[in-house]
């Protein structure tokens, strides 16, 4: 079964008075409220016995808040028939708690109260013909917390019982024997809050499903599944823009290079002009180089063009003794005047 069961602001105590509870202190006494007693008709003073004793209608299992009525909410189990008889006839919930620790009176919405609750712990659920909170109500009321049901049949060796056919609390008394080991029914309801927390917990970290519907502000309703394509094609979007940024910064980083080179080469250039070459800047003289190897290509083409106006291999056509001067004059005109003797 489920149920609302309390809400933040000012509400109105017989024995306090006008009382304020924030939703921050609501929060913080919510999980105190798991394994509380549920009791018939009446509040009363509840304790851990209570379930020994079989003075227990019920267990609360989970809690938690509702966005969508601004209330908090709980799953719980009834095994008492008087009590289930009461739920189908229109019977409430009301919660009970006691204040650990209080501050001053004051105003909120225009409302004046004389204490607000800073801390508390739940102490139970009544069900009740008249509840103190307008809004409650119960629902889910058939086969609700089946799972927290079928886990005390298992404990208690009940397996296969219905709702309808509970099991009898005076059971619990007896101890509990798992796994060779002998435990109370405050050890199995322990054990079923945790077992109960992690399933919570693992639906929270499960996410919503790809055909659920989100209401997103400024665009409209739109399924999981169309987000998820969205993100991804906004990722694939991303990475394109960045690739074709660091393309654009390296083509700009090579004109830059290029546009270096080319005022170094510029620069240099007017130096030669200018007659401010220096022979250690030979080697990176663009103008220097370029006259080298003018001069290089010129050389080579005159000597090949000497070669090629002779019939025959000029090495093969010398003698074995010749005059070495007279053959260059013979061959290339006058001996140079700086002819060494």
Not at 70 to 78: D, E, I, K, N, T
Not at 91 to 109: D, E, L, M, Q
Not at 155 to 180: A, F, P, R, W, Y
Request: aromatic share 6%; charged share 35%; proline share 3%.
């Amino acid at each position: 079964m489920k149920c609302s069961f309390i809400e933040p602001g000012v509400v109105n105590y017989a024995d306090v008075g006008m009382v304020l509870v924030r939703k921050e202190v609501l929060d913080k006494m919510m999980n105190s409220f798991i394994g509380k007693p549920i009791v018939n008709e009446d509040h009363r003073d509840v304790s851990p016995e209570d379930f020994e004793k079989g003075t227990a209608q019920g267990i609360v299992n989970s809690v938690w808040f509702e966005e969508k009525d601004a209330m908090y909410h709980a799953g719980y189990q009834v095994w008492d028939q008087p009590t289930l008889k009461n739920i189908r006839n229109g019977f409430k919930v009301s919660c009970a708690y006691k204040v650990t620790r209080w501050g001053p009176g004051g105003i909120h919405n225009n409302v004046p109260y004389e204490r607000e609750v800073l801390d508390g712990e739940y102490t139970h659920l009544a069900i009740v013909a008249n509840p103190r909170y307008e809004g409650v109500r119960i629902y889910n009321a058939k086969g609700a917390n089946k799972m927290t049901f079928k886990w005390i049949q298992k404990l208690l060796g009940k397996e296969g019982q219905t709702m309808e056919n509970s099991i009898d609390i005076e059971s619990s008394k007896s101890i509990l024997e798992v796994g060779g080991k002998e435990y109370t029914l405050d050890n199995a309801i322990e054990a079923l809050k945790v077992i109960e927390e992690q399933e919570r917990k693992k639906l929270e970290n499960k996410g919503p499903a790809d055909d659920d519907v989100i209401d997103v502000p400024g665009v409209g309703k739109r399924t999981v599944k169309q987000l998820k394509e969205a993100i991804a094609l906004k990722n694939a979007k991303d990475e394109e823009d960045e690739k074709d940024t660091e393309d654009k910064k390296r083509k700009k980083a090579d004109e830059e290079e290029k546009a270096r080179d080319n005022k170094l080469k510029n620069d240099m250039a007017m130096d030669h002009k200018d007659g401010k070459h220096k022979d250690k800047e030979l080697e990176s003289c663009g103008m220097c180089n370029d006259l080298q190897s003018k001069r290089g290509r010129e050389h080579f083409q005159r000597v090949d063009a000497l070669a090629n106006s002779r019939d025959g291999d000029l090495v093969n056509e010398l003698p074995e003794h010749i005059d070495g001067f007279a053959e260059g004059r013979k061959r290339f005109g006058s001996e140079p005047a700086t002819a060494a003797k």
